[in-house]
């Protein structure tokens, strides 16, 4: 069964933490996406990448960061957590087929204290 | 920038009957994918269906169906003989190349 694995379900955070949130997929899928969800507003693309070393911003960037160095995983950096950032972070990756929907992982709810 | 709107933030269905859910989209591409994804209390966002805008044929997985309304812009689920199972978020999207846009989300409660 493919999977999409993030590494932890909750994080708690205190503000001004660097903060690492781990993805890892068995697909062999060359995009991978970090999505933050939070409720009214759906899900918002934080950043993609379409390489190993690749990548692009999507709607909401910042106060974070992106690391490809592997294909199989894709790394969200909140350099500096603020409060607002608490949300639930959704890892998903996908082909270059658009037919194909991603698949996601089970998401890290985050709370920046 | 392309827009998925769900007008819907919950809808709530009896068990066994039909609900629909509402999603439309704004785009001035003649090519691209709809999805419908279903997210339950554990979180695990799950494909429910998908069409390919050049179809005319509206997309079926069991007891969900689509009505895709490509003028209108309109891409709408519909459930049927609801299940408890059932409950959960639906979340429309759209998909052109490596853009997908999800609307806001549809809470569905089904009531035994």
């Known amino acids: 069964d493919v999977k999409v694995t993030q590494s932890s379900r909750y994080l708690v955070k205190r503000t001004g933490e660097k903060v690492f949130l781990e993805c890892v997929q068995d697909?062999?899928?060359?995009?991978m996406f970090w999505y933050r969800q939070d409720p009214g507003l759906g899900l918002r693309l934080i950043y993609f990448s379409y390489d190993v070393k690749m990548k692009e911003k999507g709607d909401i960037p910042e106060g974070y960061s992106v690391s490809r160095e592997k294909k199989e995983r894709f790394s969200l950096i909140l350099e500096s957590a603020s409060t607002n950032q608490t949300s639930m972070y959704l890892c998903?990756?996908?082909?270059?087929?658009?037919?194909?929907?991603?698949?996601f992982g089970s998401g890290t709810r985050l709370t920046v204290v | 920038a392309q827009t998925v709107t769900q007008s819907q933030p919950e809808m709530s269905v009896q068990e066994a009957e039909t609900v629909t859910l509402s999603c439309t989209y704004d785009t001035s591409e003649s090519d691209y994918y709809l999805f419908w994804y279903k997210q339950p209390p554990s979180r695990q966002m799950i494909l429910v269906i998908r069409q390919e805008a050049y179809k005319q044929q509206n997309a079926t997985e069991n007891r969900f169906s689509v009505n895709f309304q490509k003028a209108a812009k309109s891409f709408s689920l519909k459930i049927s003989d609801s299940q408890l199972g059932d409950a959960a978020m639906y979340f429309c999207?759209?998909?052109?190349?490596?853009?997908?846009?999800f609307g806001a989300g549809t809470r569905l409660t089904v009531k035994p």
């Open positions: 999207a759209y998909r052109r190349s490596n853009d997908m846009r």
């Open positions: 697909m062999d899928h060359e995009n």
């Open positions: 998903a990756s996908g082909t270059l087929q658009g037919w194909h929907g991603y698949t």
